[in-house]
């Protein structure tokens, strides 16, 4: 199998991590979906990354597409239960990783755009849209040492990989201040070798 993403995406990041965690062989390949040469219309319609392409050249694209099929591929040390609320649960925290993310790199991207086109409404909108999400984290994860109870799953994984981003890329919400329970939390994933070994280049 082959992954095509940046080393900057916490979508990407999110699937670098379940492969490192679920031991797979993966080749890795990066690609700018902004240059004027990226290959990864090729892998996806909606050239977008992280795309994984299979050994039969079958693409899979959208994160939570990849990581569902990755921790089917080995099932042991499952992040994602099996079925019924439990599983609901952990893709509903995987969900609400992603949703800090989108909106996130909405803002980003909008001041990215020349001063004068930049719409501070929208950059308002989605901020409120990030700091609600990590208010809501924040109140979901209480005291708990992981996202869903005791064990360590694709939730925390999602949920870490876009306040990290935030905290790369939107550095005045500084939720750790904020947020206690969150610092506490990240302090421990974080440390983890797979966080480590994906951490983007500058963050």
Not at 191 to 203: H, L, M, V, W
Request: glycine share 8%; hydrophobic share 40%.
């Amino acid at each position: 199998m082959k992954l095509i993403s940046s080393l900057t995406t916490p979508y990407g990041r999110k699937v670098r991590i379940v492969i490192a965690e679920k031991h797979l062989d993966v080749e890795w390949h990066e690609e700018n979906v902004w240059a004027a040469d990226t290959t990864v219309g090729l892998y996806n319609p909606l050239t977008k990354i992280p795309v994984l392409v299979l050994d039969d050249g079958t693409t899979l694209y959208d994160s939570r597409v990849i990581v569902e099929y990755l921790d089917g591929v080995a099932p042991v040390s499952r992040l994602i239960p099996e079925g019924g609320r439990e599983r609901a649960m952990v893709k509903r925290w995987e969900a609400l990783g992603d949703g800090i993310a989108d909106a996130g790199i909405a803002v980003f991207l909008e001041r990215k755009r020349p001063a004068e086109l930049q719409s501070q409404d929208w950059i308002a909108r989605q901020l409120g849209k990030v700091e609600s999400g990590i208010a809501g984290a924040a109140r979901e994860m209480g005291d708990r040492k992981f996202c869903h109870g005791e064990t360590y799953t694709l939730g925390d994984i999602s949920l870490a990989c876009s306040l990290l981003w935030v905290e790369f890329r939107l550095p005045e919400i500084n939720w750790r201040e904020t947020y206690p329970n969150l610092r506490a939390w990240i302090e421990r994933i974080e440390a983890r070798r797979e966080f480590i070994d994906t951490k983007p280049p500058g963050s």
